[in-house]
């Protein structure tokens, strides 16, 4: 079922009007300028023929006929000049609204909520909002355009009925309804591609993946290795076939729209002609009053396309402002600003008391009536097989989900009463899923543009094991990371990007320290350095830790061990290994696989 709207058309109208008043209030002035002086020049163009022609009728001198028509190009000239230098105004002003839009859109997807961030409805719905002010063209900004247009519409419509008022009421009808007509019939083609622009975009992002794919430094090996160009050929020509077909489609419904247009205003024209003929003859009109009157039909017709064309385009705007408005008025299930303050302290307990936990979307229980406490100052360690719910834990914990069942302390207080915001930031953390951004390695580690503390830099660098590679590099701390931006930037390893994310943990100097499989991707020995720094890392902070190799644990003042959403076994490693567990015999597994890769290679070196 199709989730209702919470905002109208009117409403996304509504919002852009008053932005445009709160930021830019010369905007909507603009617009009417605007409309006023396109009205203007069509009026002259209107009437410098048949003003022309009826001086030649009347035998006017040659110098009455150039002053007419000097007259006429110089209120051209003035009315197209002031039409410019608006429109260049007017855009200076309509790209700000939009790039203010911009920034609303950007701040509240980087603040809004952790569970909005995943949830795929309201992705869609950001998408939706970023799509409606990504360029010149789309409703963010071109809606400007359109209520300039449609009040400039309204005004010639106005006029030009006047100016018809004598004529045959029936004429005006005739033209007003094979005008409407035709209107209809040419929307119905580019609504049926407007209707159906998901499936557009859909076989559109296929192909541009395909394209992209098979360009990709990553990808190139695979391809070659496994002899992938037949495949991603196949997949690329089915996605070219499915978008021609499209394609085809819609030319067939614009070419029989535009035939039955071609049609209705041959029609329209003919009787025009027919109606001005019989009363040029039969009252005595001049030649001049025909072309007045023909051009005024002719711009009637225009105006009354015009309204209707601009309806339909601000209505599909409103309906795109509206789901950006949707987008920027989201339930949020955290408290931000109006949460209370966290009160400081030397150091910072957490609890879960009787958690339960179920992810959006699923119907399985991730955490099962979990009551864990991390003692200030406590090292704890975090262990279990895959998918037991160590990740979760440490996801409640971090304050990124609510449980469905229990409650989350700080200190014996439940932390949906704080600023949430205020709430993270009591935490330094290096997460199994991570992402590089494209700036230099001190604003990485600083996470800022300024006031970056380059001795704290490479204190941190140096800690996590990474200072010595980069200061290998010609520009040292100042070497941009990737190559997404910057083609002069660095690729790191999986092993070097931890370490990269260890030193910014490290930097932020956090209370409370998580750290989710923080060397997965390191070897043995870089491994075992690390953990040889870990009691310095970590003084005086309280520290979570998870990991899947058991023999990283040792260093922890207690561990727990988790399976199926409950925590099976805790205790520090020699107890734990004296219960003779879980915990223990997954250490035992794991010390004989590491213990027989170890004498393989002892082997392997020897021979």
């Known amino acids: 079922m199709k989730e209702k709207q919470k905002y109208s058309t009117w409403d996304g109208v509504k919002y852009m009007i008053r932005t445009a008043w709160e930021h830019r209030p010369s905007v909507l002035i603009l617009c009417v300028l ?51 230098y608006i429109e260049i105004n007017r855009l200076f002003g309509q790209i700000d609204i939009r790039q203010e839009l911009l920034k609303r859109v950007t ?35 071109h809606l400007w355009q359109t209520m300039s247009a449609l009040l ?39 609504e049926w591609e407007y209707h159906h622009r998901e499936q557009r975009n859909q076989y559109l992002n296929e192909i541009s993946y395909v394209m992209n794919q098979s360009q990709s430094h990553i990808l190139a090996k695979d391809i070659r290795i496994f002899g992938l160009y037949d495949w991603i050929m196949e997949v690329f020509q089915k996605s070219l076939h499915l978008y021609q077909h499209f394609i085809q489609k819609r030319e067939n419904m614009i070419c029989l729209a535009g035939l039955v247009d071609v049609l209705l205003s041959l029609a329209r024209h003919g009787i025009a002609y027919v109606f001005l003929i019989y009363l040029t003859l039969s009252e005595g009109w001049s030649a001049s009053e025909f072309l007045l009157y023909f051009g005024a039909i002719n711009g009637f017709t225009n105006w009354i396309t015009g309204i209707l ?5 601000l209505h599909r705007e409103g309906a795109d402002l509206s789901s950006l408005l949707e987008y920027l008025d989201l339930e949020e299930p955290f408290q931000f600003q109006k949460g209370k303050a966290i009160p400081k302290a030397d150091h910072y307990e957490l609890k879960l ?3 339960s936990f179920t992810y959006p979307g699923s119907e399985k229980k991730i955490l099962d009536h979990l009551n864990l406490t991390v003692h200030a100052g406590e090292k704890l360690a975090v262990v279990g097989l895959n998918g037991a719910g160590k ?31 205020k709430y993270y930031a009591l935490f330094s953390a290096v997460f199994q899923e991570y992402d590089l951004l494209s700036v230099n390695f001190a604003e990485f580690v600083s996470q800022s543009v300024e006031n970056i503390d380059e001795k704290k830099v490479r204190q941190c660098l140096e800690q996590a094991g990474l200072l010595e590679k980069i200061e290998t590099y010609p520009q040292q701390l100042q070497t941009h990371i990737g190559r997404d931006v910057y083609l002069d930037g660095v690729l790191l390893s ?19 320290l998580v750290l ?50 409950k925590i099976l076994e805790e205790g520090t490693h020699d107890e734990l290994m004296a219960s003779n567990g879980r915990y223990a015999k997954l250490f035992e597994v794991q010390s004989r696989y590491y213990q027989e890769g170890a004498n393989y290679i002892k082997v392997k070196r020897f021979r």
């Open 494 to 512: 999986g092993g070097e990007t931890q370490r990269l994310m260890l030193a910014r943990a490290l930097y932020k100097d956090g209370p409370i």
């Open 391 to 421: 990740t979760t834990l440490v996801r409640l914990l971090c304050g990124f989900y609510d449980p469905d069942e229990g409650r989350v302390l700080l200190n014996g207080e439940d932390i949906r009463q704080y600023d949430r915001q």
């Open 309 to 313: 064309s601009e309806m339909t385009t």
């Open 107 to 141: 701040h509240q997807s980087i603040f809004t909520s952790y569970p909005n961030a995943k949830d795929p409805a309201v992705l869609k719905k950001k998408e939706a909002a970023y799509m409606t002010v990504m360029n010149n063209f789309q409703a963010g900004e």
């Open 152 to 190: 400039k519409n309204i005004l010639g419509f106005i006029i030009y009925l006047c100016l018809l008022s004598n004529v045959q009421p029936g004429l005006i009808l005739m033209v007003l309804v094979t005008t409407i007509i035709s209107f209809f019939v040419s929307r119905y083609a580019g």
């Open 34 to 84: 605007l409309a006023l002086v396109e009205v203007g020049i069509h009026l002259v163009n209107l009437y410098i023929a048949p003003e022309i022609l009826s001086r030649v009728e009347d035998g006017g001198a040659i110098g009455s006929l150039l002053w007419a028509i000097t007259m006429f190009s110089l209120m051209l000239f003035l009315l197209m000049g002031l039409k410019k």
């Open 516 to 565: 989710d499989e923080p060397t997965a991707a390191l070897d043995p020995l870089a491994e075992n350095d690390i953990y040889h720094q870990y009691h310095d890392m970590t003084a005086g902070k309280t520290s979570i830790f998870i990991s899947h190799r058991l023999a990283s644990t040792r260093f922890c003042d207690r561990i727990i061990y988790v399976s199926n959403g």
């Open 353 to 355: 008391e009787n958690v």
